[in-house]
Each structure stands twice: as structure tokens, then as C-alpha cells.
């Protein structure tokens, strides 16, 4: 089943915020640090988990990871503005199905699921049909849609 977690196209990637970032205080808050685990540690694995684990702390207090959404990450010029707002529907009911596990909602979800990948499928072909059929040059054609 899929997972959103788990997607090969990430809609989130993570980064450090360094705004408000003063080197003195990360270097002091280092410095204050326990690090006698870590050298104590015979493991090399362990103890190179432990120093992340001190070093990412100490991290997130000066330059926090925060979230920022991927747009345009995959550019499709046949998803209508229709399509898209289906697509939100068709994701809302399946949250509904996670969050719930009542199977109105699965079932639900499953035909909306469907009849998008269908017209997706459609006027994915239909935009295509249309540059082969407009271009009389194979080479433009593969310049203009990549």
C-alpha cells in the first residue's frame, strides 16, 4: 500500500535555519557539552552515533531544521486546474481513510483514485498526440518538452 512517508518524490525537504545563527554561542554551547561518552566508547559505530547525536542537539538550539514544500517539482502542462483540485479530493479521502479506517472512505477513495488516473492518462496522451501532431521536426519536438 502506498505511504506518503515513504515517497520516492518527497513534497517537503528539510534545511537548517541559520538567521538568527551566531557562531560564538554554537561554539560555546560545543564547548559545554559532555563529551566523556563518546571518547569512552570503544565501539567505533557507537560512538560516532553519540557525537551526532551531542553535535545535531546542540545544532537544532542555534540553526532549527525546518520544513519547506518542493513547487513545481514535476511539471506536467496537461493537469488542468480541475484535475488538481479532483487530485486534493481524491488525497483528502484517503486521509480520511487512514485516520478513520472506515471503508466508505477506502472505497471512496479507490473510485476517485481510478477515474483521475484515467483522465490523467488521457490528456496526458492528448497533449502529446497534440506536439506530434503540430511539429514536422522529431528534434524540436524532444526540445521543446524537455
Known sequence: MYDPKFSPFPDYFEFRDFRGFEDENFKLDLRR????????????????????????????????????????????????????????????????????????????????????AIINKIYRDRFYNNILTKSDNTKKIWDNIN
Open 33 to 116: 557539552e559532555s563529551w566523556d561518552s563518546i571518547y569512552k566508547c570503544n565501539e567505533v559505530n557507537e560512538s560516532y552515533s553519540r557525537f551526532l547525536h551531542t553535535f545535531n542537539k546542540v545544532s537544532n538550539m542555534h540553526a532549527p531544521l525546518k520544513k519547506a514544500k518542493i513547487k513545481h517539482k514535476a511539471y506536467k502542462p496537461w493537469i488542468t486546474s480541475g484535475l488538481k483540485i479532483s487530485m486534493k479530493v481524491r488525497d483528502k479521502l484517503y486521509k480520511k481513510w487512514l485516520t478513520t479506517r472506515n471503508y466508505v472512505f477506502l472505497n471512496k477513495y479507490k473510485l476517485y483514485r481510478n477515474k483521475i
